[in-house]
Each structure stands twice: as structure tokens, then as C-alpha cells.
């Protein structure tokens, strides 16, 4: 099994920052692909963000600029720095690792980012 631990949310002003980190344990590999979802009320969960190495990342075009996606391999960690947000990054924001050990995608429960005045 892998288990995936989001932290890092919270409330922020629009144009302010937040740091979200992913903490995964149980059998990884460098080469799994680590990604960011994000929920909002009544709507499907989307990607923000993807990766497998500093130099392997995706990003969706809502985010592009603005959220910086990178990964601790050391420490089992990947990490999403969102910045110049705004009302509508409100959502939960879910970490999500495809593994190659046991090929398939595990979730973590989330962390609720608000971004309002």
C-alpha cells in the first residue's frame, strides 16, 4: 500500500501564496508520477500539475506562472507552490501517486484551500 498525507491549507487573500506538501509512504519509486487535483464545490476534480523529475512537469494552463510543482525522492515528499492566487483556486486539493509497484493511483484525503478577501 501507499499512503499520501497532504498539509498546507488554509485561508489566503487573493494574490497571496500557499506552500502544499504531499508526504508519501509505503513503496515509491523516483520514477512514479506524483500529481496535484484540485475539487471545487460541484465540480470534477481537474489536474493542476504533474511530475516524475525537475525536468519532467506538466502544468494545466490555469496554473501556468502562477503553481511551481517539485519533489523531495529523499524524503517521499512533492510539493506544490501556488502564488498570485485567487478566488477561483478555491477548492480541496488532493495528492496523487501512480505506482509502479503496484500499478495503480492512490489518493490522499485532501487539504481545503480558500483563497477569499
Known amino acids: 500500500q501507499v499512503y499520501l498525507e497532504e498539509s498546507g491549507g488554509g485561508l489566503v487573500q487573493p494574490g497571496g501564496s500557499l506552500r502544499l506538501s504531499c508526504v508519501a509512504s509505503g513503496s515509491i519509486f523516483s520514477g512514479d508520477v506524483m500529481r496535484w487535483y484540485r475539487q471545487a464545490p460541484g465540480k470534477e476534480r481537474e489536474l493542476d500539475a504533474a511530475i516524475i523529475s525537475e525536468s519532467s512537469t506538466v502544468y494545466a494552463d490555469s496554473v501556468k506562472g502562477r503553481f511551481t510543482i517539485s519533489r523531495d525522492n529523499a524524503e517521499n515528499t512533492v510539493i506544490l507552490e501556488m502564488d498570485s492566487l485567487r478566488p477561483e483556486d478555491t477548492a480541496v486539493y488532493y495528492c496523487?501517486?501512480?505506482?509502479?509497484?503496484?500499478?495503480?493511483?492512490?489518493w490522499g484525503q485532501g487539504t481545503q484551500v480558500t483563497v477569499s478577501s
Open positions: 496523487n501517486i501512480y505506482s509502479s509497484n503496484y500499478y495503480r493511483t492512490f
